[in-house]
């Protein structure tokens, strides 16, 4: 796998990385190995796995990310991020939901399987106990839970829902950077990162516009401070908001 990110991150053009990234190369690799093993058993390499997917990631932009930055990357495009879901954040919820979801089969399989998510030492009952630490607390699910809430979309869903309510937190007293937040979870916001970069179709931008675009999505710097606009005087922010509004060019 780091074979592979590591070529990824080599590539000329952003816009083909990144799509190739997230449909070949990251959370969908470990799906499988996330929702039938215990999460507990290889947090290690999960966590080593995600480093290696934010390496590759800020190796084909030529830049780098804060945590919160990346944490927003991982998030759902529909929840503001890039979609580079981490897998060891994850974990936990795959797990659950694939124990719960085939919990029948098995049991036709082997009368005697069992799965006790109150026995507080059982593999289920610790992905339980660690899901319900990442989300929020009207999100949490109880052992008696209805079985059809333990579906990993929704679980990972909510799981993204409570990164995004931290992030938003965090910066509750900025306004530029809680407008940033409201605009980019709009409906279809995301959609251009799941584009076809092809110059034919309409939907190719050059890699740098395209690394600028990943910047300002994930409200990363893309100056080192405030600096003076040469054009109109007014303060050239380093989130480049200025540069789209400013009325002199």
Known sequence: AKTLLKALGELPDPSVALLLLRHCAAFCKLVYSCRVTPHSCHTTALNEFDASVQECFESFLCTGFSANEW???????????????????????????????????????????????????????????????SVCPDDRLTPTADSEKFKQRELSKQIDNKILQDLKQAVSSDDKHAAHFELTSAPHT??????????????????????????RRLRAPILPEDTICHFCNGVLDKFGDHCLVCPNG
């Open 190 to 215: 995301g959609s251009w990162l799941h584009a076809t970069p092809s110059p034919n179709l309409g939907n190719y931008s050059e890699p740098l516009l395209f690394r600028l675009s990943v910047q």
């Open 71 to 133: 944490s927003l990357a991982t998030l759902s495009t529909s929840h503001c991020g890039a979609g580079l879901r981490a897998s060891a954040r994850h974990s936990a919820a795959a797990f659950l939901a694939s124990t719960c979801s085939c919990y029948d089969l098995c049991r036709k399989l082997d009368p005697d399987h069992t799965v006790d998510l109150n026995n507080t030492t059982s593999s289920e009952s610790l992905a339980l106990a660690d899901f319900n630490a």
